[in-house]
């Protein structure tokens, strides 16, 4: 700084003086010189507030031009009100004290709680005791109470939709889950909300807001809902609880009686179907056995045509053969033969006829029809 008159040979004297008292080095002991004879002269000249505002503008215009971006945001500029350009994540410049960014997590997964809020999520997770009947209380189909909650996990698709096409978007967000849950609620029976009905109503919930999202172009996406809870009213739990109870017996009633009747029924099926096939055999049995005598005698008899004495006496000899087989004990007496009483063992036959075999062996058909 040049100064001229007596103030100017006292800066200069003192500027001799200063000098004097760092040794002539080079490097940064020079640089520190240099700096510390600056600021003597600022100092001395008056104008301290004018270097510092100084320093002060050129510190908030370098914060004003560089920003950093995360790696799960985008940056979005703009520039008095008006979009101009999307940013990835780093280190990125813009124009100072006239643009403007909006860091967007575009990468990372955002939710909405309806009907509970969580006040501390962790390893023991609490949730906020405030009322928040006003959301989860919606009527069924049937007209009954039920009281839904649920989470609806999102991400940011589109920056600039996000930002720019719809107002107080969580706001609205929020209002239309809730239209559709009610929606799809109101379609379905108390019975079906509570219990089997649960994936199909998260998966028609989802559907629905993905339609609305996109006819509204608020730049988000859908990825899952989820039913956290869903039961009756706390006034009727206790008849809520004594109509599962009895469901629930009606149900295993209804399965014991299903399980004996599998017991029972097909077991007579198959006793049935065992005696229709006994009578099936019997029957072929006795048609095969008349079919067999019947072949057997035309074939006597057509031997007793060509042969009959032949035949005869063959006939005659095979009864025989049959009927003295179970006679027991045998005794030929002549004709002639006198006094034979002595001779007869009677305990000895009676013995033999008792001990010989009773057999049945079917009459031979003689022709003519004689047995």
């Not at 100084?54 to 008095?80: D, H, I, K, N």
């Not at 006239?98 to 509970?116: A, H, N, S, T, W």
């Not at 609490?126 to 989470?151: R, Y």
């Not at 033969?337 to 000895?348: H, Q, S, T, V």
Request: hydrophobic share 40%.
């Amino acid at each position: 700084m040049d100064e001229s008159g007596d103030n100017g040979n006292k800066y200069d004297d003192d500027d001799e003086h200063e000098f004097r008292r760092y040794p002539r080095v080079s490097g940064v002991d020079r640089f520190l010189r240099d700096v510390e004879a600056v600021r003597a002269r600022v100092l001395r000249s008056g104008r301290p507030v004018v270097w510092g505002l100084g320093l002060v503008l050129m510190a908030a215009g370098l914060f004003s031009t560089l920003y950093q971006v995360q790696p799960e945001e985008v940056g979005v500029v703009v520039r008095f009100g008006k979009y101009m350009r999307t940013t990835e994540p780093g280190l990125r410049m813009k124009i100072p004290f006239l643009e403007q960014v909006y860091r967007i997590p575009v990468q990372r997964q955002l939710k909405e709680e309806f009907g509970f809020r969580t006040a501390d999520a962790g390893v023991r997770t609490t949730f906020s005791k405030a009322d928040f009947s006003s959301e989860s209380m919606m009527l069924t189909g049937d007209l009954n109470v039920a009281v839904v909650e649920w989470i609806v996990q999102y991400r940011v698709a589109d920056p600039y939709l996000y930002l720019f096409k719809v107002r107080n978007i969580t706001e609205t967000f929020r209002a239309m889950n809730e239209a559709v849950m009610r929606q799809v609620v109101g379609d379905r029976t108390v019975t079906e909300v509570l219990t089997v009905g649960r994936q199909a109503i998260e998966t028609r919930v989802e559907e629905l807001l993905r339609e609305l999202t996109q006819q509204y172009q608020l730049g988000i996406t859908i990825e899952q809902v989820v039913l956290q809870d869903v039961n009756p009213p706390d006034p009727v739990k206790p008849s809520w609880d004594e109509v599962n109870q009895a469901q629930q017996q009606r149900d295993r009633l209804i399965n014991e009686a299903r399980g004996e009747y599998n017991k029972v029924i097909p077991r007579a099926k198959g006793e049935a179907q065992q005696a229709v096939l006994e009578a099936e055999g019997y029957s072929l049995n006795r048609v095969n056995r008349a079919q067999g005598e019947s072949a057997r005698f035309r074939s006597v008899q057509e031997a007793y045509q060509r042969a009959p004495d032949v035949t005869r006496r063959r006939l005659h000899l095979e009864t025989m053969e049959r009927v003295l087989t179970r006679s027991g004990g045998k005794l030929l007496v002549d004709a002639d033969a006198r006094g034979i009483l002595p001779l007869l063992p009677l305990d000895g036959l009676r013995t033999a006829g008792a001990q010989a075999p009773r057999v049945e062996p079917p009459a031979p058909v003689v022709p003519g029809g004689v047995r």
